[in-house]
């Protein structure tokens, strides 16, 4: 059985990067760099964004009038552009290389999910949901919660389906945070936490996690909480370093906020792709439950990233907030998909285990074949990443080496500085993906022992 995962991820085109003489990303208009609006302390960001307005190539003669004119976004908005997955999907389909730098798989879903979808489709189940998820799915998270975690909840109001991971990240934040609080993230982080806070008003701590271990500097966590901390968010198994948060890290995080009052959002989308210890659910730790909202999709496990089934699971008093946002948001998900989602919770044991050993398999030819060309490779415990330290092949920073890397040696990567508040602490690192076949890994392993040499 091929394995199953994915996250929900975009890619475009790299910007003109780091000289002049990078001709390779200079682009014919340079437009404002992702990260203009961060402080001026912060590294420049090399990326140059993408416009959707029409180019010199054919623009319609009713566009005229608009060229040439500045890009519209609200202010909480203006300093995120086109992400950083879009830009390098884009650069790999337009250089030939090997995209080991998005989070989706390059092999499709098991056909008893697929088959479900389509007879759900024929039965006529096409018009829309119910807002918050068809009471069969809703039923199915709960059971597959209890499952894995012990916690029985209620399928009916502590449970709200989500168009996917990233629409029930948004509905908590946009129903739970008020302008002006507080919510602490641990860097490196997915990307759209922080646009969802921005959107949200909140004010923005960062806690970074660092290397070899990236575990948590408990009392820098301390320090950071005030009266205005409103949340922590947690992601575990963490993406993009792999780290697992331990039993000890989340015990004492949990302490910290029931001691400050503080909600606990714990993004948990890799929980079946969890390597070397087992997963933990914050939900689960005593006292926790009813300060926790616990968000998580389909696609990683069921290789379905474009179906968009999320979930998200709270007390009562917190699912409230979270529905509202909801509701405005996208109301309700893809009725067909729904269904089939349902069968697909229900799947045996044995195909998590099967999907585990798959994905065992795959990293183990990636992080093998990342050392022998060079790199230093840093423990991933979960995900379907793997971050490495680039230094040894001379390049300035993530940027350049991405850059190289794609150019000269036929292989995508992601930049990890994107993923910091503060750009410099990640520009040592570098995330690659495992989540696609042997043989894809296979290839650009051999391509980069052979054409990388260390500076």
């Not at 914050?282 to 968000?295: E, F, Q």
């Not at 069921?302 to 948001?329: E, M, N, Y």
Request: net charge positive; hydrophobic share 40%.
């Amino acid at each position: 059985m091929q394995t199953q995962c994915t996250w929900s991820c975009h890619h475009e085109m790299f910007g003109a990067l780091r000289s002049k003489s990078s001709s390779l990303f200079a682009s014919s208009r340079r437009l404002q760099c992702r990260f203009a609006a961060r402080s001026r302390s912060r590294r420049p960001c090399p990326f140059a964004a993408m416009s959707t307005v029409a180019t010199e190539r054919g623009a319609p003669p009713n566009r005229k009038e608009s060229e040439g004119k500045p890009l519209q976004v609200a202010k909480r908005l203006e300093k995120f552009k086109t992400t950083i997955f879009t830009q390098m999907s884009m650069l790999a389909i337009k250089h030939g290389a090997i995209n080991l730098g998005q989070g989706f798989p390059n092999f499709d879903g098991p056909e008893f999910v697929k088959e479900a979808a389509i007879q759900a489709i024929r039965d006529g189940k096409n018009q829309y949901a119910r807002g918050y998820g068809i009471p069969d799915l809703n039923s199915a998270i709960a059971a597959r919660f209890k499952k894995d975690t012990g916690l029985v909840v209620d399928p009916e109001t502590e449970v709200t389906v989500t168009s996917g991971c990233t629409e029930a990240i948004a509905a908590t934040m946009l129903g739970l945070i008020n302008p002006g609080d507080e919510v602490i993230l641990f860097a490196p982080f997915y990307d759209s936490y922080e646009a969802t806070l921005s959107m949200a008003g909140a004010d923005i701590k960062s806690i970074t996690l660092r290397p070899p271990d990236f575990a948590v500097p408990m009392k820098e966590l301390r320090s950071a909480i005030s009266k205005k901390t409103r949340a922590i968010l947690i992601n575990t198994p963490h993406n993009p370093t792999g780290k697992m948060f331990t039993r000890e890290e989340l015990h004492e995080i949990a302490s910290l906020c029931i001691e400050n009052d503080v909600l606990v959002f714990t993004d948990e989308v890799y929980d079946k792709l969890a390597f070397e210890m087992d997963h933990i659910s914050m939900a689960s730790l005593p006292g926790m439950y009813d300060r926790t909202v616990t968000m998580n999709s389909l696609g990683k496990t069921f290789s379905l990233t474009g179906w968009k089934i999320g979930w998200a699971i709270a007390p009562p008093h917190l699912t409230w907030g979270v529905r509202q946002a909801h509701s405005f948001l996208t109301f309700a998900t893809s009725t067909h998909a729904q269904w089939a989602a349902a069968v697909a919770l229900r799947a045996p044991d044995s195909y998590y285990v099967e999907l585990k050993r798959d994905y065992t398999a795959k990293k183990q030819i990636l992080v093998e074949g990342l050392k022998e060309a060079g790199f230093k490779v840093f423990p991933s415990s979960g995900t379907y990443f793997v971050v490495v330290d680039h230094t040894p092949f001379g390049l300035e920073n993530d940027i350049a080496f991405c850059e190289f890397l794609i150019k000269e040696v036929g292989v995508v990567a992601i930049p990890t500085s994107v993923f910091y508040l503060n750009p410099e602490e990640g520009k040592n690192i570098v995330r690659f993906t495992f989540c696609k076949d042997e043989g894809t890994l296979r290839s650009a392993v051999e391509r980069m022992k052979q054409k990388l040499k260390k500076g």
